[in-house]
């Protein structure tokens, strides 16, 4: 049974740095590519970084690639998004996400493994 619950969210200020972590609790998505996505109010839910099942390859949306980092431990089951020099337009509920074909990238689309998310506010 697949169970993501993320957390580290929370109220930042413009520039600061934060860190959200999702656990895989049982462990059960080692084959599968991770990623995280965000949905701002009034808007829908966007891609933000994704991350093959063994931490080989990542890949980021254009607006934060530089700033944030996407990395996993397998042994832990623990999916990892640091974030850097955030700005308010970083302001959204934040997911952990699973593609639910082992082993391939897919679309974002495949993506059907789900947490409840985390919200990330920053202030200017």
């Known amino acids: 049974q697949v169970q993501l619950v993320e957390s580290g969210g929370g109220l930042v200020q413009a520039g600061e740095s934060l860190t959200l972590s999702c656990l895989d609790s049982n462990r059960a998505l080692l084959r599968n590519w991770m990623g995280w996505f965000r949905q701002a109010p009034g808007k829908e839910r966007e891609f933000v970084a994704v991350?093959?099942?063994?931490?080989?390859?990542?890949e980021y949306t254009d607006s934060v690639r530089g700033r944030f980092t996407i990395s996993r431990d397998n042994a832990k089951g623990t999916l990892t998004l640091t974030m850097n020099r955030v700005t308010p337009e970083d302001t959204a509920i934040y997911y952990c996400?699973?593609?639910?074909?082992?082993?391939?990238?897919?679309?974002?689309?495949?993506?059907?493994?789900w947490g409840p998310g985390t919200q990330v506010t920053v202030s200017s």
């Open positions: 996400g699973a593609q639910t074909t082992l082993y391939a990238r897919g679309q974002n689309v495949d993506f059907g493994y």
């Open positions: 991350i093959s099942w063994n931490a080989v390859t990542s």
